[in-house]
C-alpha cells in the first residue's frame, strides 16, 4: 500500500469518527446514560452479585440476626474447639475443584466435591476473584463463598 493510499484511509477513519462523535453528542443520546449509584446497585443485585457497604458503613450498620446463620455457626463450633486459619492464594485459572481441594486438605472444609457442588450450584463458581484470601475453618460455605467473589 503507497503513502497516498494510506493517508486516504487514515482521512476516512478520522471523517467517520467525526461524523458518528458529531451525531452522538449532538443529539443528546448520551444525556443520562450514567446510573446512580441506586441504579448500579440493584443493576449488579438483578445480575447476581452480591453489593455490601464500605468498610467505614458497614461498621455503623447494624446488620439483623439470621436465625439459619446463628444455629449453622454454634453446630461449627461444637465440631470444632480449635479455629484453623489459612490463606489461600487464588492464581488466575484456579477452578473451583482446586480451590476446594485445597481447603479441604487444609482442614477448612470437610468435603472437597460437597463446597465445589455449592460454587458451581449457586454460581459463585463464575465469580471467583484473583488474590489472597484468609478463610477459617469455621466459616459456612456461604461465607466462604463470599470471601472468594469479593
Known amino acids: 500500500m ?46 447476581g452479585f452480591v453489593v455490601t457497604l464500605p468498610m467505614e458503613e458497614a461498621k455503623k450498620t447494624v446488620q439483623p440476626k439470621d436465625p439459619d446463620k446463628d444455629s449453622m455457626e454454634k453446630e461449627a463450633s461444637k465440631k470444632n474447639t480449635s479455629i484453623f486459619t489459612y490463606t ?35 454460581e459463585f463458581s463464575k465469580k471467583i476473584q484473583i488474590g489472597e484470601f484468609v478463610v477459617t475453618n469455621n466459616m459456612t460455605y456461604r461465607q466462604l463463598a463470599n470471601t472468594l467473589t469479593h
Open 88 to 122: 489461600i492464594k487464588v492464581k488466575t485459572n484456579m477452578t473451583a475443584t482446586e480451590i476446594a481441594d485445597s481447603l479441604s486438605k487444609e482442614k477448612i472444609i470437610d468435603d472437597a466435591a460437597e463446597f465445589e457442588a455449592y460454587m458451581n450450584d449457586r
Open 2 to 47: 503507497n503513502k497516498a493510499r494510506l493517508q486516504g484511509l487514515s482521512a476516512g477513519i478520522i471523517f467517520t469518527t467525526t461524523i458518528f462523535a458529531g451525531y452522538y453528542y449532538g443529539t443528546g443520546l448520551f444525556v443520562g446514560t450514567t446510573p446512580t449509584a441506586e441504579e448500579a446497585k440493584e443493576l449488579l443485585v438483578k445480575k
